[in-house]
């Protein structure tokens, strides 16, 4: 299992990216995706997370009305948009992916998931 991420960067408070993983090694079908984040000094966090299987989606509170998780299935990739960022999203974000199955309610624990990638540095200015 392969998961890149690509998208990171710096941006200005009020500004948006996109966050893209491209994922490899395994059927993009029935599995939980999704990104976590970690700022300095603080624990790592899901941000917004989906089940490919049946469309299931979780959003933070943070995240919640900012940001959207989506997939394309025909290219194995999915994304995070983030909207109308601010300094607290500063973080390295990583993509995460793991089989649907045994995922029960746990999709915002990052203990959940065994496949990660190796992240992308997100800065926003004020």
């Known amino acids: 299992v392969q998961l890149v991420e690509s998208g990171g960067g710096l941006v200005q408070t009020g500004g948006q990216l996109r966050l893209t993983c491209v994922t490899s090694?395994?059927?993009?079908?029935?599995?939980?995706i999704g990104w976590f984040r970690q700022a300095p000094g603080k624990e790592r966090e899901g941000v917004a997370c989906?089940?490919?299987?049946?469309?299931?989606?979780y959003y933070s509170k943070d995240a919640e009305g900012r940001f959207t998780i989506s997939s394309n299935t025909a290219k194995s990739t999915f994304y995070l948009q983030m909207n109308r960022m601010n300094p607290e999203d500063t973080a390295v974000y990583y993509c995460?992916?793991?089989?649907?199955?045994?995922?029960?309610?746990?999709?915002?624990?990052?203990?959940?998931?065994?496949?990660w990638g190796k992240g992308t540095q997100v800065t926003v200015s004020s």
């Open positions: 090694g395994f059927s993009f079908n029935d599995y939980a």
């Open positions: 989906m089940s490919t299987t049946d469309g299931y989606t």
């Open positions: 995460v992916a793991q089989p649907h199955e045994g995922m029960g309610e746990g999709y915002y624990l990052y203990m959940k998931y065994d496949n």
